[in-house]
């Protein structure tokens, strides 16, 4: 027993103080007793402080420390955003490891400042807590209106002279409840997020207008408006390098001139992304061919622009904008029944060296050479993908890069998407791709691919010869996950003309091939390949003085060794890679191991004659 302890202990026994004693007495012991555990209780939380203070971790610069904190603040925001908690945030409890801990947190007000879904009385505390720091507010209540939820939105659009990012999705009665709050100025806010879910009254519209934020939004540089109605002299298009706009409940007819009108206050715009916005009419599609008369809206420092729309009202825009050769665009086009992707003429023609170097035009007009084409059919939406780039095989080696698998990038400047309105099945698939393929300029086409995973009966026309049959620099050909009869079709010379003349390496992926005999005029009932046909056509080839270069079979099944010995007859290098099960199924996966399990199981991945 400590010294305290006894000290206390002598002193009730003096006063020979008991359970039967007076009250007053009792009560004065119990006083005496408490004054005691307080100090003892103290003394112990002091001793702890002391203790803790000499870990590594509470010795960690207060500064270090605030950026772990914001770090693991940002960790769970990045999951949880979206989510409604009515307790404390869990990060929050960070700030009740120890008294170190909780200094640092409270004097760090930018961990406080990422106002999110949580109770009405947690607002409270975190824009206490956030002083005067910029606030950044991200609330998800699409599928709730009660009071409860929209109390603490109000109670952070309070705030708007220190809001710096503003996102909220919320329904459309929320919205009409809400926008009296974005009337006033928000002299900080750099990005807006303005989404209308389903769900409210259909005539409940949020409307960004003029007086939106009293038209005092100096900073701001993006803006996203999903299922809003846009008043386009609103201030909030001015100064913006990103823009994206969906689902607008705007009227039509108002909607082209009006657009244009904003665009061309944009001069830094640099990605702008359109949604089901352009407008839907045929007359759009009258004289777009004659651009010298069509008012331009320049764009000069657009790097990425992506279109979802009907074609019609693609087309009529890119007509009107005057963007930088080295833009990139995405074009995901509904087409109908009366407009086909060769009105896009004059946007290629104008894109794809139309355009001579001149020193006063060299930002917006750098000549781009059509180089390299990729074209990969979705099956399951019955969509072509069509990539269209500037890369040079010369310059590595075909086979490395696949660019259908990436991201768009400075190589690979525009990319069109097309699918029907109405899709139709059957042998007329390939119309579309047809048509738009023959609106590129292919003069200096270095290498295709296509990916045609379509596992139905042949298409009667083919690709090969309908489009491809005058390229005279083709010279890489790579076909994966269809069918090679076509391409083994075109490349038998015929009235002595000789499809890509040009051509030294073809690759065979994820294709089955078969040594049957075929019919005597070459015709094919499925999409199996046909290796006599190949052997035949590049024999032929090879008669005429062209030698195919390199030929390679990458996880092909019906391959053996001895048709590699023959083909090796008629082409300088023959690659095989053994077939791999999986091959259907991963082909979409860049991390697809069993290429080289079976490599490791068939005692090599490259078999070269």
């Given amino acids: 027993m400590t010294a305290e302890l006894s000290r206390i202990a002598d002193f009730l026994r003096l006063g020979g103080i008991t359970a039967t004693s007076t009250a007053a007495i009792v009560q004065q012991a119990r006083s005496c007793i408490d004054n005691e555990i307080t100090a003892i209780v103290l003394s112990l939380s002091t001793l702890r402080s002391w203790r803790n ?32 908690t009515r307790e404390v945030p869990p990060w929050v409890f960070l700030s009740y490891v120890c008294q170190y801990w909780r200094n640092v947190a409270l004097n760090c007000p930018a961990l406080w400042t990422h106002l999110f879904f949580v109770s009405s009385k947690w607002m409270d505390e975190l824009l206490r807590r956030s002083k005067a720091t910029p606030l950044i507010i991200h609330v998800d209540i699409s599928r709730s209106d009660s009071e409860t939820t929209i109390s603490p939105l109000k109670k952070a659009l309070q705030h708007m002279e220190r809001v710096q990012d503003l996102w909220i999705r919320c329904s459309r009665n929320v919205a009409t ?17 303005l989404s209308l879910s389903p769900y409210g009254y259909p005539e409940d519209r949020f409307e960004v207008s003029k007086d939106i934020f009293a038209g005092i939004i100096p900073c701001i540089r993006s803006v996203h408006l999903e299922s809003c109605r846009v008043d386009w002299s609103s201030p909030i298009f001015n100064g913006l390098t990103e823009l994206s706009l969906s689902c607008l409940s705007n009227h039509s007819e108002m909607d082209w001139d009006g657009l244009l009108f904003a665009l061309g206050r944009l001069s830094s715009l640099r990605q702008l992304y359109l949604d089901n916005v352009l407008p839907e009419s045929d007359g759009l599609n009258t004289d777009v061919t004659n651009t010298e008369s069509v008012i331009k809206v320049t764009l000069p420092q657009l790097e990425r622009l992506t279109l979802t729309d009907p074609i019609s009202g693609i087309t009529a825009l890119l007509a009107h904008l005057e963007i930088p050769q080295s833009t990139i665009i995405r074009l995901e086009c509904i087409c109908i029944d009366t407009q086909g992707p060769s009105i896009f003429l004059p946007s290629i023609l104008d894109r794809f060296n139309n355009h001579p170097p001149e020193p006063q035009t060299s930002v917006l007009y750098q000549p781009l050479l059509l180089r390299s084409l990729d074209i990969l059919y979705l099956k399951w939406e019955n969509k072509w993908k069509v990539v269209c780039g500037t890369s040079n095989p010369d310059t590595c080696d075909p086979f490395v890069y696949f660019p259908i698998e990436q991201d768009l990038d400075s190589q690979f400047p525009l990319q069109f998407v097309f699918a029907e309105r109405y899709p139709s099945f059957g042998t007329d698939r390939l119309e579309r791709c047809i048509a738009f393929c023959r609106t590129l300029p292919m003069t200096h086409l270095n290498r295709i691919t296509i990916h045609d995973d379509y596992d139905g009966y042949p298409d009667p026309r083919c690709l090969w010869t309908e489009t491809f049959g005058d390229v005279p620099e083709l010279r890489v050909i790579q076909v994966e996950y269809g069918d090679p009869n076509q391409l083994i079709y075109a490349l038998q010379p015929r009235g002595g003309r000789m499809f890509a003349s040009a051509l030294t390496d073809i690759q065979f992926k994820g294709i089955a091939f078969n040594r049957r005999e075929c019919r005597d005029d070459g015709s094919h009932e499925d999409i199996v390949g046909c290796l006599r046909c190949l052997h035949n056509a590049l024999a ?3 008669e005429e003085g062209i030698v195919l270069q390199r030929l390679y079979f990458d996880g092909c099944d019906g391959i053996t060794k001895d048709d590699l010995m023959v083909l090796s007859d008629v082409v300088r290098e023959v690659e095989w890679t053994p077939e791999v099960k999986c091959a259907m199924i991963c082909s979409s996966s860049r991390y697809c191991t069993c290429s080289s399990l079976n490599s490791e199981s068939s005692g090599g991945s490259t078999v070269s004659i």
Avoid at 53 to 80: D, M, V
Avoid at 184 to 189: E, N, W, Y
């Fill in 53 to 84: 203070s000499l870990s590594h971790i509470s010795r960690l610069p207060p500064e270090l420390l605030a950026a772990i904190f914001l770090e693991c603040r940002w960790q769970w925001h990045r999951e949880h955003s979206s989510t409604y």
């Fill in 177 to 193: 409840k809400i926008g009296v709050r974005l009337t006033a100025a928000a002299p900080l806010l750099q990005s807006l997020y």
């Fill in 540 to 542: 032929s080839r090879s």
